[in-house]
Nanobody, 126 residues
Framework: QVQLVESGGGLVQAGGSLRLSCAAS????????MGWFRQAPGKEREFVAA????????YYGDSVKGRFTISRDDAKNTVYLQTNSLKPEDTAVYYC???????????????????WGQGTQITVSS
């Protein structure tokens, strides 16, 4: 059974940082590209970042470029999202997801992901 378990969310002041983790089990982690999405109340789920197998490439949504960094540790079956310079508009539930697809446009589309975590909340106060 595949499980993705996020952690590291919390309440932070604007300008602060948080590091999210997503621990995967039940799949061959190195065979999957990993992504982070987020969903704010009343809004659609939004692409945040993705990282390819072997960390060859990383992709980011326009709203987080230059502030967030995605990374992975295949030895630990874990993907990370370092969030810096947080803004109130970053407040959302953050989800990690796994996909076997390997073309760039696919990473941005949540429908291409096979497995999802339960989410972790980031709340940024102004």
């Amino acid at each position: 059974q595949v499980q993705l378990v996020e952690s590291g969310g919390g309440l932070v002041q604007a300008g602060g940082s948080l590091r999210l983790s997503c621990a995967a089990s039940g799949l061959t982690f190195s065979s999957y590209a990993m992504g982070w999405f987020r969903q704010a109340p009343g809004k659609e789920r939004e692409f945040v970042a993705a990282i390819t197998r072997s960390s060859v490439f990383a992709y980011y949504g326009d709203s987080v470029k230059g502030r967030f960094t995605i990374s992975r540790d295949d030895a630990k079956n874990t993907v990370y999202l370092q969030t810096n310079s947080l803004k109130p508009e970053d407040t959302a539930v953050y989800y990690c997801a796994a996909t076997r697809v390997s073309y760039i446009s696919a990473y941005y589309d949540q429908s291409n992901y096979d497995y999802w975590g339960q989410g972790t909340q980031i709340t940024v106060s102004s």
